[in-house]
């Protein structure tokens, strides 16, 4: 199920990582093996009652002319259009209401997309309280005040924010078509790719890094069948900043990602794959969703009996956090071996959704832990009483345990291998929750 997206947008310096980071201090979870992800703090998620959402922070770099404060504004703020379900604006009630303010929350109403506006540094409500009315001004509803520092007013701005998400979030899910998200660095080959499996040139293709236009969903009908691709690759900002470019990316990147049942991660041969690879990669793996990785531009490069070979371990090596990735390799130029890409989103679809019996679990769990017994610490065994699966996309298993600080993750990867050998699991991530039974 797609996650509301949740965009914090601002002048610089109102205090946007300040909230961002004290509303996912604790509930990042810190996937060690996924590199560069959680390290930049672009996005994350937030749990807030019994709502989860992505909350995104637009806001990167920061210009020192006014008018370029501005333009940046704009663009967060289009970003946010363009991504969010939510949109929060931040202000700053020692700064005041600022021109830029005005100007952004003008945009932002235009847009028709609920919008919570939040006063910052609000650090005594006693106090500062009569500086906050000024906000109504902006015309963009009553302002909250907060103060990030202080972690003060942070529920009731989450309250109103949750109040926007969509009342049914399940109402979407009634379109059953495979959504297939194209992912991958710039001039990798997303648009070349799209294209040819439309098989008409309706994409502007462009060898300029970034040139190409917004994510728009194109359907794909293949023996008969409707395929939702979500392309990634338009970057309409075109700013020349490299930063600023790379988080604009990012951000398009989780929004396609959150809507997706399998992404396609696009890897350019010529190139090999990067650690920038495996940071996007890093993005579907920890939203839980299939993955294909598509070499690219196979047809360009020399090729000898072993270079599938190397080419396949390197990403394994590269890409280790993702073993269960089903890897291809293609030429959206010549069309090599793209039609194999229905079937094997079909099919992961068919493994991201499967749901295997508690008795069935359980007789493979017997048998693992009969053939390699759990750690054990300070004399005490890990037990596991038994498992069953509590949900799918991705499968996610609970482990019912004597004791949770017993259990390490190597021991649950190897569970997770005996569940592979038997029920595959191709290309979709697994998830377990293990939980003490007293
Ligand atoms: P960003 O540029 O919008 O991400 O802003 P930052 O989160 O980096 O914050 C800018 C400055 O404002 C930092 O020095 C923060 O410590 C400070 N700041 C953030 N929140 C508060 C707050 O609630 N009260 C006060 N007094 N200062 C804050
Ligand atoms: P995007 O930025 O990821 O959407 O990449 P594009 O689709 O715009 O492609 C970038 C460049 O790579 C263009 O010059 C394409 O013609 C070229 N390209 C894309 N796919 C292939 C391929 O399979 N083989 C070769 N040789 N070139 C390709």
């Known amino acids: 199920m797609s996650k509301p997206i949740v965009a914090v947008v601002g002048r610089p310096n109102v205090g946007k990582s300040t909230l961002f980071n004290c509303l996912c201090g604790q509930q990042i979870s810190i996937v060690k093996d996924t590199p560069g992800v959680t390290r930049d703090r672009i996005y994350a998620e937030v749990t807030w009652l019994d709502k989860s959402f992505t909350l995104i922070d637009t806001g990167g770099i920061e210009p020192d002319s006014k008018d370029i404060i501005l333009s940046q504004m704009r663009e967060q703020a289009q970003i946010a259009i363009d991504t969010a379900d939510v949109i929060v604006f931040m202000t700053d009630v020692k700064q005041g209401l600022v021109d830029s303010d005005a100007k952004v929350a003008d945009m932002l109403r235009r847009s028709h997309k609920p919008v919570v506006l939040c006063v910052n540094k609000v650090d005594n409500f006693d106090k500062l309280m009569p500086d906050v009315y000024e906000f109504y001004n902006l015309g963009i509803g009553d302002p909250m005040p907060i103060s990030a520092i202080s972690k003060l007013g942070l529920g009731d701005l989450l309250d109103e924010v949750i109040k926007h998400f969509p009342e049914d979030a399940d109402t979407e899910e009634e379109d059953d078509r495979p959504k297939i998200a194209v992912i991958g660095k710039p001039n990798v080959g997303k648009s070349s790719l799209i294209n040819k499996l439309m098989g008409k040139n309706r994409v502007i293709v462009s060898n300029i890094a970034g040139t190409t236009r917004d994510a728009i969903d194109t359907v794909i009908k293949y023996n008969k069948k409707d395929y939702v691709f979500i392309d ?8 020349k900043i490299k930063e600023e470019l790379e ?34 990669a890093g993005i579907a ?62 099919e992961i679809i068919d493994h991201q959704t499967m749901r295997i019996p508690t008795g069935v679990l359980n007789e493979i769990l017997t048998e693992a832990v009969a053939m390699k017994q759990p750690p054990s610490d300070k004399g005490k065994r890990l037990k596991i009483y038994y498992m069953t699966q509590v949900s799918v996309k991705p499968p996610t298993f609970v482990m019912f345990v004597n004791d949770k600080e017993l259990t390490h993750f190597s021991y649950t990867r190897y569970i997770e291998n005996k569940i592979r050998e038997s029920f595959g699991f191709r290309g979709t991530p697994v998830r377990f929750i293990n939980r003490e039974r007293k």
């Not at 990634?232 to 700013?239: D, I």
């Not at 997706?260 to 690879?277: F, K, N, S, Y």
């Open 232 to 239: 990634t690759a338009g970057l309409r900002r075109k700013s």
């Open 247 to 280: 988080r604009f990316s990012i951000i398009r990147t989780v929004a396609a990602v959150e809507r997706c049942d399998v992404a396609i991660l696009v890897i350019d041969a010529t190139e090999g794959v990067t650690e920038q690879d495996a940071k996007i």
């Open 285 to 346: 793996h920890e939203r839980g969703k299939g993955v294909i990785i598509a070499v690219n531009k196979w047809d360009a490069i020399e090729k000898n009996d072993k270079t599938i070979y190397e080419f396949t371990n390197k990403i394994k090596d590269t890409l280790s956090f993702m073993p269960y990735a089903e890897i291809m390799f293609i030429s959206a130029l010549t069309g090599q071996r793209l039609a194999k890409i229905y079937e094997l989103v079909d």
